[in-house]
């Protein structure tokens, strides 16, 4: 059996699929903007890949995206590009993703994105709408501070097919004034959304003043009519506020609306189906409550519950998944792991699991894949250029999203007592790789005989 890095490289020698162009756009001088990813992005063609070299980059428009192409940052920690308002009050967007018709595929990397408007960053930095065909998202950061009342989501799935979110991480802020609540992390809505190794924070409730209603924290997911899949990811929702009101606190006869803001729940699912993997590599933490004083009095609010959810949703998971419950504003435990009607199914055995880094990797570069399952199982894992239509199998947990026709398999891995394994692989230093990404895929055999697919994961190849 061929090697992994000998495997990796034939890729390159036999695919037919890297003959798309690569177009390379540069960061502008110190302190200018640049409308050249929005001329590189009009310019491409179907499946041809924008490259960006390390820097900075801003501009007042929206980069647009509605046909099939990647958009490749470094790094989101060396890649930036921001939306700048051009008037106080302007909300901007930095990245819209719409309208992709079945088979077209659009893919994000490595890019840290901000939302510039008069007085600060906004929170939504990327909206993904009415996409048939697939969407990735991988290696994005996003963050900011809620003005006005409060946004939808830092990211926005909406009646979209097949949207990836690989090792991205969403901070929803707080709100920038006393009213109002903070939106979500990640707001998803009649969509189905796979999250691997992300680190999505949900909003801080606003610590108010005067005779302010306290706001409530923000949970890192929001989903309705939707279907999650989430493996190898941390959510926290945000705490909720305290009051800080001094002279109403000193009050005989204070008004109960001028309670602290509640905790949020890692996950509020809404007519929605959760299913949950990963064991202790995957946690869901309820945020905290907040504290009061009235007439001298502490008054403390619940924390989240790790997952709330109406009868209409289910949430499944695996052994070992971390549900923690957000703590009282005065330390205390109180709040339950799940919150709601809705039907909870725990799994007797862990499912497949895959996760990779760096997401973004230079010639020449090691690549480590981690694998987890059952322990005494067996792991296949193979990747492809392209990803197809998911499709689930009856009794098989998870979906297959990448075409059986276009796979390059890797060597077979043992998980051992463990549970797990790691499977090196090497980039060819290979002038024609810069611009190329690849998605993953595992299938696990447990030794009761059960399998199971992981979820994708991505890897983008730069100079």
């Not at 190794?197 to 949970?219: I, V």
């Amino acid at each position: 059996m061929n090697s992994p890095v000998q495997t990796f490289a034939a890729l390159f020698i036999c695919s037919p699929l890297i003959g798309a162009e690569t177009i390379v756009v540069s960061p502008p001088a110190l302190g200018a903007h640049t409308h050249a990813i929005h001329d590189a992005v009009e310019a491409a063609s179907a499946g041809d890949v924008i490259l960006l070299m390390p820097g900075a980059y801003g501009h007042n428009d929206t980069i647009d995206i509605d046909k099939p192409l990647t958009l490749m940052g470094a790094g989101s920690d060396i890649t930036r590009y921001a939306s700048i308002g051009n008037f106080p009050g302007d909300e901007p967007l930095p990245i819209y993703i719409h309208d992709l018709a079945a088979g077209e595929e659009v893919r994000v990397i490595g890019l840290e994105l901000a939302a510039v408007t008069y007085g600060g960053v906004t929170p939504t930095v990327l909206v993904v709408a009415d996409c048939e065909g697939p969407v990735v998202l991988a290696d994005i950061y996003g963050s900011g501070n809620q003005l006005n009342f409060g946004s939808y989501g830092v990211v926005q799935v909406l009646r979209s097919n097949q949207v990836l979110l690989d090792a991205c991480e969403l901070r929803a802020g707080s709100m920038s004034i006393s009213s109002g609540h903070v939106g979500p992390a990640l707001a998803i809505e009649d969509s189905q959304v796979h999250i691997n190794a992300c680190s999505l924070f949900g909003g801080f409730g606003t610590q108010t003043l005067g005779d302010a209603t306290p706001s409530f924290g923000s949970s890192a997911i929001t989903a309705v009519d939707s279907q999650v899949r989430i493996s190898n990811s941390s959510m926290e929702g945000g705490p909720g506020s305290d009051y800080l009101a001094f002279y109403h606190a000193l009050s005989p006869n204070p008004d109960p609306e001028f309670a602290p803001g509640l905790g949020a729940p890692a996950i509020d699912a809404v007519s929605s189906s959760i299913y949950i993997r990963g064991g202790s590599a995957t946690s869901l933490s309820g945020g905290p409550g907040g504290e009061n004083l009235v007439a001298t009095v502490p008054i403390y609010s619940a924390g989240g519950a790790a997952v709330r959810f109406d009868s209409d949703s289910l949430v499944s998971h695996t052994p070992g998944v971390a549900l923690i419950p957000g703590l009282d504003g005065d330390g205390a435990d109180t709040a339950p792991e799940f919150e709601g009607t809705g039907t909870v199914v725990p799994l007797a055995i862990n499912l497949a699991q895959l996760s990779l880094a760096p997401k973004v990797a230079s010639l020449g570069a090691n690549i480590s894949l981690s694998l987890g399952g059952e322990t005494g199982g067996i792991y296949f894992t193979y990747f492809s250029l392209s990803q197809g239509p998911a499709i689930g199998f009856a009794g098989v947990p998870g979906l297959s999203v990448l075409p059986l026709g276009s796979l390059f398999s890797l060597p077979v891995k043992s998980l051992g007592t463990t549970g797990a394994a790691a499977l090196p692989i090497h980039v060819p230093n290979s002038p024609s790789l810069p611009g190329v990404s690849l998605l993953f895929q595992g299938i696990a055999l447990a030794p009761d005989l059960t399998y199971s697919f992981s979820s994708p994961a991505l890897v983008g190849i730069v100079q």
